[in-house]
């Protein structure tokens, strides 16, 4: 379960309208946005 589900979720929301998302965390957001382009470092 993720620390921060409520953020997490309009995180990912907010980076579906743009071009992806830059995070560390990629796992807590792949499995609710399998869509979603994710840039990991």
Not at 7 to 36: H, K, P, W, Y
Request: glycine content about 4%; cysteine-free; overall charge positive.
């Amino acid at each position: 379960m993720p620390k921060r589900p409520l953020a997490d979720i309009l995180i990912g929301a907010f980076a579906l309208r743009f071009d992806g998302l830059l995070t560390r965390n990629e796992t807590d957001f792949r499995s609710v946005f399998s869509q979603l382009t994710i840039v990991s470092p």
